[in-house]
């Protein structure tokens, strides 16, 4: 498994690429982790010849490699970790970069927690196979050879017998532990998952089951679970945490000494001190065997999720980052689809710029999935949507940006004050330009209000806000009046036509209200079988 982790770890493209410039520091340190165990194993051995021949010689060569294998160790350890905090690093970047080129469709599979284990617990879990098992790896094999090579020299081949409880334990370690994890852990997961469901359905009760009387139902559900797990859980320890008990009872100093007091009793004290020295020297390790083997197990789960999310194809970006102009906005033959299934019919039609213009029609048409495509969040199934005459998908992400502003429908804001959510659009804006967007935006609160405490209409308009201190040409507004009342929806329409005609902007804004047509100067109706209109 560690093998095959680890191939995965060092091969696979989308991991390569971060791991690549610290390979040399990883691989170092797993080169010095070895030669700090032959180091000790080499100060063991001085400690045989000391017990034969008392000599101030082997004593210092025993200090002196001691000293050699702690340096080594030391050095190896701080390049491995070295080497893969600079690995976390870009792995986090490239995967935060990759987040942000995903369409919304594919980021909408995850959710918010799975998001942030990506980023954060998943890259933590692969610690120990970049830190730390590279030298453990190289210290399993060439240790263990080093110190049975010695021991027989030194022993015999009967010396070998000292090397049976290590032998039963990594046997253990290596074989039935992970059967019965690949056996048993799915189920246990899928219990934990229930319960963390039916916390969740409980921890409601109070907001939402209340309303609908369901209290006792989630709370039946919760204890369920937990008994289940409960119950899941003796089952492991019978199975698999016993026996562990009892291999790592196996591998602890009293048996390899007992064995090999048991073989070279009758042998020479340099004889008995080279079994037990290098017979626990060969065992030792094992005694790690097991837990690195939970690491691996945990690294190679987080691996599996990160490959699995990198391998997402992102969203189309070319090299274009200049436009003369951003006019006119056109769809061409532009074919919208949702999991390949298309939404209607091929889409011409051209938006009017310094105008505002208004899409309508049925839920479900695709209204948002068309300004999430000309905002580049999503593509087109087929067909083009060109701005100025250039395919939006060989403009550069921050050409889009900078010329391209969607307002989605919600009331999202940061926890931060009314200023500093502006200023994330107009960051060199002015307090006055902030308070003069707000006032166009039928929006009337102190800039030092927080916005997590405005009403539902309040956040919608302080979204809208946005639209009038934005540099961008291309305005994309879903649902921008749905929160608002008549009067403020006629104040809003007024100022967001002369937005349009005054800064030559074009704005395109989706609305289930058939009276605002008369502020637009083109609509786009969407259906099953798409019609369009150009109004004068």
Not at 260 to 269: E, G, H, K, R, S
Request: proline share 4%; aromatic share 4%.
């Amino acid at each position: 498994m560690s093998k095959s982790s680890l191939l995965t770890l060092f091969t696979h493209p989308s991991m390569a690429h971060s791991l690549q410039p610290a390979l040399k520091k990883l691989m170092a340190g797993a080169v010095i982790s070895s030669l700090s165990g032959l180091a000790m194993l080499a100060a063991l051995w001085c400690l045989t010849q000391l017990l034969e021949e008392l000599s101030p010689f082997w004593i210092a060569m025993a200090i002196g490699l001691w000293l050699l294998g702690s340096f080594s160790s030391a050095l190896a350890s701080w390049l491995a970790h070295d080497g893969e905090s600079a690995f976390s690093a870009r792995l986090r970047r490239q995967i935060a970069n990759h987040l942000v080129r995903l369409p919304n469709h594919s980021l909408a599979k995850h959710s918010d927690q799975s998001l942030r284990d990506l980023v954060s617990n998943d890259v933590e879990k692969l610690h120990h196979m970049v830190a730390h098992l590279p030298a453990e790896a190289a210290n399993f094999v060439i240790v263990p050879l080093a110190a049975i090579a010695l021991l027989i020299h030194m022993a015999g081949l009967s010396a070998l017998w000292a090397l049976l409880p290590g032998i039963l334990a990594s046997l253990y370690y290596l074989i039935v532990v992970p059967h019965i994890n690949a056996r048993d852990g799915q189920a246990r997961m899928k219990v934990m998952g229930e319960i963390i469901t039916a916390v969740d359905d409980y921890s409601r009760g109070i907001r939402v089951n209340r309303i609908y009387g369901r209290q006792s139902g989630a709370l039946a559900a919760y204890d369920d679970a937990t008994k289940r797990f409960t119950s899941s859980m003796v089952m492991w320890v019978g199975k698999v945490a016993t026996l562990a008990g009892m291999a790592v009872a196996l591998l602890q100093a009293v048996a390899t000494f007992a064995i090999a007091y048991l073989i070279t009793f009758d042998a020479n004290i340099e004889t008995q001190a080279a079994t037990i020295f290098f017979s626990l020297a060969i065992v030792t390790p094992a005694l790690r065997l097991g837990h690195g083997l939970d690491y691996v197990s945990t690294g190679k789960g987080a691996m599996g999720r990160i490959i699995s999310l990198l391998e997402q194809a992102p969203l189309p970006t070319g090299k274009t980052t200049s436009l003369e102009n951003t006019s006119p906005l056109t769809l061409t033959n532009a074919q919208m689809s949702i999991d390949d299934v298309p939404l209607q019919s091929p889409l011409n039609f051209t938006f009017k710029s310094g105008a505002v213009n208004i899409i309508t029609g049925p839920s479900g048409v695709g209204k948002t999935t068309l300004l999430r495509i000309i905002a580049g969040q999503e593509t087109l199934q087929s067909g083009q949507i060109t701005l100025a005459q250039t395919d939006i998908q060989q403009l550069n992400e921050l050409t889009r940006h900078k010329n391209v502003l969607l307002i989605p429908q919600g009331s999202d804001v940061l926890p931060a004050t009314v200023a500093e959510n502006l200023r994330l659009t107009a960051p060199n804006a002015s307090d006055s330009e902030l308070e003069a967007g707000l006032q166009r935006a039928q929006l009337n609160i102190p800039l030092e209000t927080s916005a997590v405490i405005l009403s539902g209409g309040e956040r919608q308009r302080l979204g809208l806000a946005r639209a009038f201190l934005s540099d961008a040409k291309i305005i994309l507004l879903d649902e921008p009046t749905s929160a608002l009342d008549s009067t403020k929806v006629e104040r809003l329409m007024v100022e967001l036509k002369h937005l349009a005609e005054e800064d030559d902007k074009t704005i395109i804004m989706i609305t289930h209200d058939e009276t605002l047509a008369v502020h637009a100067a083109t609509k786009l109706e969407l259906n099953r079988t798409m019609t369009s209109e150009n109004q004068q």
